[in-house]
T-cell receptor, first 111, second 115 residues
Framework: AQRVTQPEKLLSVFKGAPVELKCNYS??????LFWYVQYSRQRLQLLLR??SRESIKGFTADLNKGETSFHLKKPFAQEEDSAMYYC?????????????FGKGTHLIIQP | KAGVTQTPRYLIKTRGQQVTLSCSPI?????VSWYQQTPGQGLQFLFE???????NKGNFPGRFSGRQFSNSRSEMNVSTLELGDSALYLC??????????????FGPGTRLTVT
C-alpha cells in the first residue's frame, strides 16, 4: 500500500528565513510525487511535481529515492507563502492506486 | 476558461438518506476524480472516471458510487448516509486519464453534513 507522511502539522517561520516542509513516502515501485498548496479561501492547486524539476514561486523539491523523501524547500520565505501544503503520491502502473495525500502541513510565515 | 464547478456547495442530510453530488469539469477535460476530505483522515481518493468508465477506485464501501456522462460531467452518490460521511467532497478534472500524469484541477468542494 502507498502512504505519504508529513510529520509536521504546523510550521511557523519568520519572513526571509528558509523553509523546509518534510514529506516521506512508502511505495514499492516508482512513484510520481507532487506538492499541492491551498491558500486561504482558495482551491487546492498543484504547486510542483518531481518529474518537471521546476522551481515554482521559489519552491523546489527533490525526490530522494534512497530516503524515500520529497521535501519542499524555499530559501527565503515570504508572507504570501502562508498556506496548507500537501504532499501527494501517484503510484506507477497508470496510477491505478489513485492519488494518495499526506495529512498536510500548515505553513505560517510571520512578519 | 471556467474552472471546475461543484453543486451544491453545502448540503445537510439525515442518517439513512442518500445524496448525489455533481461535478462539471473544465471544458475539454475528460477525466474526473473524486476525493473525500475530513479532519481525521485528510484527503482520500474515492474514484476516477475517464470516458464514462470508472478507472480507479479507492478504499471506500460500496455505498459510494459514481458515474460520468458523455459530456464528462460526473456525479457521485452516497447511499444510506452515516454520520462519518460528513466531509468536504472534492472533485478534480484533468485533460486525460490522470494515470498518465496530467495535472488535476480541483473544484471548491461540496460540504456535506450528516445529522
Amino acid at each position: 500500500a502507498q502512504r505519504v507522511t508529513q510529520p509536521e502539522k504546523l510550521l511557523s517561520v519568520f519572513k526571509g528565513a528558509p523553509v523546509e516542509l518534510k514529506c516521506n513516502y512508502s511505495y514499492s515501485g516508482s512513484p510520481e510525487l507532487f506538492w499541492y498548496v491551498q491558500y486561504s479561501r482558495q482551491r487546492l492547486q498543484l504547486l510542483l511535481r518531481h518529474i518537471s524539476r521546476e522551481s515554482i514561486k521559489g519552491f523546489t523539491a527533490d525526490l530522494n529515492k534512497g530516503e524515500t523523501s520529497f521535501h519542499l524547500k524555499k530559501p527565503f520565505a515570504q508572507e504570501e507563502d502562508s498556506a496548507m501544503y500537501y504532499c501527494a503520491l501517484s503510484g506507477g502502473g497508470g496510477g491505478a492506486d489513485g492519488l494518495t495525500f499526506g495529512k498536510g502541513t500548515h505553513l505560517i510565515i510571520q512578519p | 476558461k471556467a474552472g471546475v464547478t461543484q453543486t451544491p456547495r453545502y448540503l445537510i442530510k439525515t442518517r439513512g438518506q442518500q445524496v448525489t453530488l455533481s461535478c462539471s469539469p473544465i471544458s475539454g477535460h475528460r477525466s474526473v476524480s473524486w476525493y473525500q476530505q475530513t479532519p481525521g483522515q485528510g484527503l482520500q481518493f474515492l474514484f476516477e472516471y475517464f470516458s464514462e468508465t470508472q478507472r480507479n477506485k479507492g478504499n471506500f464501501p460500496g455505498r459510494f458510487s459514481g458515474r460520468q456522462f458523455s459530456n464528462s460531467r460526473s456525479e457521485m452518490n452516497v447511499s444510506t448516509l452515516e454520520l462519518g460521511d460528513s466531509a468536504l467532497y472534492l472533485c478534480a478534472s484533468s485533460l486525460n486519464y490522470r494515470g498518465l500524469g496530467d495535472e488535476q484541477y480541483f473544484g471548491p468542494g461540496t460540504r456535506l453534513t450528516v445529522t
